[in-house]
């Protein structure tokens, strides 16, 4: 048995306060356990490097993205049990100190319903460059980003000096609501990622990869984990249509929900933002309920 979350409404023409609201509603009544949301905020019409999916470029539907914070606590106020989460934000698109206390008051709006944050580096060197960050020093700013974030949400005072950021001796609340703090998830896939993500962090997001792939990785992962951490676990990502086009039928996605399973895996997300058959509201609903038999799946 896995639960089973999916990512909400959030990119494209299509999605509108009244999609996202309905299909986080109608989610939480089919037994879903909890909803996610992704992190891009401009599309750059002159691209610099190589877009990070599956397709040569980014795809168009990037062209509006609902910003992931404020979805989150919209949806929080929309619904009342199913978890919330992060798949996968940007951390050079944030500040640290404003983002603890920013998911510091979602936890607590939502009653503790943030199920993880998830945390990639990202790669859009012109969102970068937007908020004033250089795209070269993403790694060495997300390991910096991530030591602020948990001091925020410890104990206070909170102080901090390094490289890219200056906490002075602070009090910063409010804490999260759970104990001793939301999970950390990590989107990262390189080699220096993966190392990264066995030191520092909780969960582990892969997408697109077979599960035996995604299996064998996390147990290299857990090799390297140092030993007073919990090992790490795996919420996998299935897209229904990939960045590429690529299609997957949902009995394929509820196969794989299956394999997940087997394997230990905590969770399956569905993606569906990137389906070229979503030309509507009602198709966005149709979408979610014909993803009943991947729940079914979850719970043989």
Not at 194 to 201: I, K, M, P, V
Request: proline fraction near 6%; charged fraction near 25%; charge should be negative.
């Amino acid at each position: 048995m896995t639960d089973v979350g999916l990512v909400l409404p959030q990119l494209g023409p299509v999605t509108d306060r009244h999609v996202i609201k309905d299909v986080a509603q109608a989610a939480e009544d089919m037994g879903f356990a909890h909803l996610w949301v992704q992190d891009h905020f401009m599309y750059a019409l002159d691209q610099e490097g190589e877009y990070g999916g599956s397709a040569s470029a980014q795809p168009e539907v990037y062209k509006s993205v609902y910003a992931p914070l404020e979805v989150l606590a919209a949806v929080a106020a929309w619904t009342e049990r199913i978890g919330i989460g992060s798949s996968i934000l940007v951390a050079g698109n944030h500040w640290p100190v404003q983002f603890a206390n920013e998911l510091a008051t979602i936890d607590q709006l939502s009653g503790g319903r943030l199920t993880a944050v998830g945390l990639g580096v990202g790669w859009s060197h012109e969102e970068h460059r937007a908020v004033g960050v250089d795209p070269r020093t993403r790694g060495r700013r997300i390991d910096e980003f991530v030591e602020v974030l948990k001091k925020c949400w410890a104990e206070d005072p909170v102080t901090h000096e390094g490289e890219f950021f200056d906490v002075p001796r602070s009090i910063i609340r409010p804490k999260p609501w759970q104990k001793p703090r939301p999970r950390l998830m990590s989107g990262m896939w390189s080699e220096k990622g993966l190392r990264r993500t066995a030191l520092h962090y909780d969960l582990w997001n892969p997408g697109s990869m077979p599960i035996a792939q995604a299996a064998e990785t996390l147990a290299r992962m857990n090799a390297m984990r140092p030993d007073d951490l919990e090992p790490l676990n795996v919420i996998y990502r299935a897209a229904l249509q990939s960045t590429a086009g690529k299609v997957l039928t949902v009995e394929q996605v509820a196969e794989r929900t299956v394999e997940a399973a087997e394997q230990g895996f905590e969770a399956v997300i569905v993606e569906t933002n990137f389906c070229s058959d979503i030309t509507s509201r009602q198709d966005w609903l149709h979408k979610v309920a014909g993803l009943q038999p991947v729940l079914d799946a979850a719970h043989v």
